[in-house]
């Protein structure tokens, strides 16, 4: 349903009814008409969790009195629900049932592919509604400023997690993991935690979640080669941002052996005293140290690349310096100095820290901190 369709339906306002749609909106009752017959219009601008919770409040605040149309740029509605939570976690994804339900009132419309600032101004919504709530969400990214960043197979994690997850702006995400035998994530929290658990999953289990057809098939064509995956932490792991649950998740992941340098598992005082306030920084450490003792397996043939085990590896107290991986296809070069420096933080000299991505064409940096 489109502008013009809208713009019907606020002529004619039965329309919307017609075709079982839905609409959000949002606004301080001190602009509402006093009158309690008269009939309210009310806008959302996105269709997120933030565009459903306001439709259902609005709804239930209102009664008869109101119509709420919601706009999203999308053709669906849901947002981040669609297309931000991992293909595996779909107890999560449930919340669509709910919002499907208050979507389902007469009450409400949906008109999906209207953006607002590019098919309708805020000036004319205001012009048409008693109220608008702008709800469109967080789409841009937080940039590291680190040389490189821009470069082949060099993506932010919701670039990442759009491609994997079927995003109409990530579809054609230029992901190439060809001869990829090693990937860095920067961040540790639960999206940096979902990106590395989709690279390290078993394709088997991948494929049974509803991840998107040509993620999954590129992955399983091409991700074979993948042995290490890096996540880089600026500060340590008693402030690893992850929760325990999704922590859990990942190290416990079939045929994967966890690392962890053990200097820097180390806690001060001030990291005892963390761990004491909140449980669920003692719970994250744990499960780390847990997983990273295991991780040391007896049999030397799952060591390395050229084993059959997969490998995480925590890297805390490191932000990064620069990005060099993944230039160009095909350079014998790229073989040979395939690796990405970073800087430990807090310390002026920059120190390099080399990956060991010596065999495969190019690793991967993902930013997994918005
Ligand atoms: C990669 C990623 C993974 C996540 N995973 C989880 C998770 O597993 N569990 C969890 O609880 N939370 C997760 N989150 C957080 C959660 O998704 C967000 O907190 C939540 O979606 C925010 O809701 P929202 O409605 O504000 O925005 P969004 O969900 O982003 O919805 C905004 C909507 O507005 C629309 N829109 C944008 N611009 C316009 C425009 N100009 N005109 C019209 N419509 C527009 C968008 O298309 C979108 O549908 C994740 C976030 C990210 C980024």
Known sequence: MGLQYLRSVLRHPCLAQKHGAFWVCHLSTQALPSSSDQ?????????GPAGFYTLDRLLKAFGNH??????????????LVRSGVSPDHQDTK??????????????ASFFGNVALGRDVSLLELRSLY?????????????????????????????????????????????????????VAV???????????????????ELAATDIAAHAMEHIREHGGGIKDVHLLARRGPVQAACTPKELKELVGLPD???????????????????MKKTRMRRRVYDLIKQAADAG?????SSQGLGGKQRHLHFQFYRSPKEETAGDGLGDE?????????????GILEARTLDLGITKGRAGQFLGGEK
């Open 39 to 47: 009939h309210l219009k009310f806008c959302i601008v996105g269709s």
């Open 66 to 79: 109101i119509h709420v149309d919601v706009l999203d740029r999308l053709p669906t509605p849901f947002g």
């Open 94 to 107: 449930n919340v669509i049932n709910q919002f499907t339900a208050v979507a389902r009132d007469p009450r």
């Open 130 to 182: 008693h109220g608008v709530v702008l709800a469109y969400g967080a789409e841009s990214d937080k940039k590291l400023g680190v040389p490189g960043e821009g470069g082949r197979n060099v993506f932010s994690a919701r670039e990442f997690v759009w491609w994997y997850n079927g995003h109409p702006d990530g579809k054609h995400l230029p992901v190439d993991l060809r001869g990829v035998s090693s």
């Open 186 to 204: 920067c961040g540790i929290g639960n999206v940096a935690l979902d990106c590395a658990r989709v690279l390290l999953h078993p394709h088997d």
């Open 256 to 274: 994967l052996t966890v690392h962890a340098p053990p200097a820097q598992m180390e806690v001060s005082a001030a990291d005892q005293a963390e």
């Open 296 to 300: 040391a397996p007896s049999d030397p």
């Open 333 to 345: 070069k790229e073989f040979r100095s395939n690796y990405a420096v970073y800087a430990f933080e």
